[in-house]
């Protein structure tokens, strides 16, 4: 197979916006692309949408008997890609146009690098830009494009959580996720912040400030479920305790409070829900914090993010952790 680059297309329903992201694909200057569609169980009306773009040779699908989840399906999706490298493509989001012919010259400018993430635009559901969030994280330690040596990028994963902020234009050669594992099914929150982890130890990454998509922001996002739900909480709170006690990070002493002001945001949204979750869930989701950063550490951090909490409110500013 000639082709360099899989686009790998994770489908659970939304054939409105699946329209969307197909068309975006379609559009790419460079027509040098395959599309592998992974279908994770979706209705008939977006089984039909999919069906009916087969009749492009650069187009696969393969349908799962039953929904098993976003990263169960990326893993599978994996193994059935056989070009050098993949580039993950949610269903409600967009490529932009010459996305594909800049992350083929990324690839050649950078031979080391195994993985690449770029920056992309905020849309909202019907497409108008909003707030550049990810991009105010990515000019803390990033301000241009830059390539991270193996390990380099450990102090912004603890930080700033997960620098991505969305695995929409994750692109990653194939032998990497070899060597580092495959995503964990299991998590449904932060397994992409989790991936990246083992990922920056097994390669150079680069960071491209170029954006090459449109990530849409909507109610029916599954993170936006996850926080109502609180189900991100303990994968939060494991990841960031791995990386506390992470042997590469342990002559960093800011790594407390940087765990601090991550953890925080779980407080934040445990107390903002305690009401409806119950006194015995609440103090439940307390020892949880306790137990892995320290509750009292994470209660400071809390107060301390409180003025730009304040000022940030009403916003679509991100709350960034302080210098």
Request: charged fraction near 20%.
């Amino acid at each position: 197979m000639s082709c360099l680059i899989t686009i790998i297309l994770p489908v659970f329903g939304r054939s409105a916006l699946l329209k969307a992201a197909l068309s975006s694909v379609y559009a790419q200057t460079d027509p040098d692309w395959c599309l592998h569609i992974a279908d994770d169980g979706s209705d008939v009306e977006t089984e039909k949408l999919i069906l009916d773009q087969l009749l492009d040779p650069r187009v696969s699908c393969v349908r799962r008997d039953q929904n098993i989840g976003l990263f169960a399906n990326l893993n599978k999706a994996t193994a059935e890609v056989k070009t050098p490298w993949q580039l993950i493509l949610c269903s409600d989001d967009e490529l932009k146009p010459d996305a594909i012919s800049k992350l083929k010259r990324s690839i050649n400018d950078n031979p080391s690098a195994r993985l690449i993430l770029s920056s992309y635009e905020s849309i909202d559901i019907n497409g108008q830009l909003r707030h550049d969030v990810n991009g105010e994280f990515y000019d803390c330690f990033a301000p241009e494009t830059q390539c991270f040596t193996p390990g380099e990028l450990l102090k912004p994963l603890l930080r700033f959580g997960s620098i991505n902020g969305n695995i929409t234009g994750l692109l990653i050669h194939q032998s990497l996720l070899a060597d580092a594992g495959l995503w964990r099914s299991e998590w449904t929150q932060v397994a992409d912040w989790e991936w990246l982890v083992r990922a920056c130890i097994q390669t150079s990454v680069l960071i491209r400030r170029e954006a090459i998509a449109r990530v849409r922001v909507h109610e029916g996002q599954l993170s936006v479920s996850n926080q109502k739900t609180q189900r991100e909480l303990l994968e939060t709170l494991e990841l960031l305790a791995g990386l506390l006690n992470h042997p590469r990070l342990a002559p960093c002493s800011e790594r407390f409070r940087w765990a601090a002001h991550q953890a925080q945001f779980q407080l934040w949204n445990t107390l903002k829900r305690s009401p409806r979750i119950g006194f015995r869930q609440t103090l439940s989701h307390l020892f949880a914090i306790h137990s892995s950063i320290g509750l009292s550490r994470t209660a400071l951090a809390l107060l301390r993010s409180l003025p730009a909490r304040l000022r940030v409110r009403g916003t679509e500013r991100p709350l960034l952790p302080p210098l």
